[in-house]
């Protein structure tokens, strides 16, 4: 299971991570560990990934990811995203980001991370915010 994180700056932008580790773009989060709760989890890792203590409250997506065709042994799994409110500029400035995990980080609208994120994250971001603004979470298969 993997956890992460709408974060949005006050333009209504949000925010995007490039990891060292692979190809495309995501959003601060990742892998919940054993005995770790989702929320918990993704708290942890804006600790760790951004420097930011900022509350996780929300449950805004919930996407069951197939296993990859091209990744022998990857078992499907559940992909979660929740609410980490809006930084405030000084919130923004203060990201400290792990040389070692992520190269750098930027505030997008869904056009600009679109070609930077994987097209199902693309449509997970889409669907949170869409949840946050309705109210509701939603479901998604595959990020649809």
Do not use: N
Request: a negative charge.
């Amino acid at each position: 299971m993997g956890a992460g994180a709408l974060l949005t700056d006050d333009s209504g932008r949000f925010l995007i991570v490039e990891p060292t580790y692979k190809d495309h773009w995501e959003i601060p989060g990742g892998v919940v560990e054993s005995g770790e709760s989702p929320r918990t989890g993704v708290q942890r890792e804006l600790t760790e990934e951004l420097g930011l203590a900022v509350p996780v409250t929300d449950l805004l997506v919930i996407d069951w990811s197939p296993p990859f065709p091209d990744q022998p042994g990857r078992p499907d799994g559940l992909m979660l995203v929740f609410d980490a409110g809006t930084l405030t500029p000084d919130q923004a400035a203060g990201i400290i980001l792990p040389a070692d995990e992520l190269r750098s980080h930027r505030w997008c609208t869904d056009a600009e991370a679109a070609p930077l994120l994987s097209p199902r994250l693309a449509r997970r971001m889409t669907a949170a915010q869409k949840a946050r603004a309705a109210g509701t979470p939603s479901y998604l298969e595959d990020g649809a």
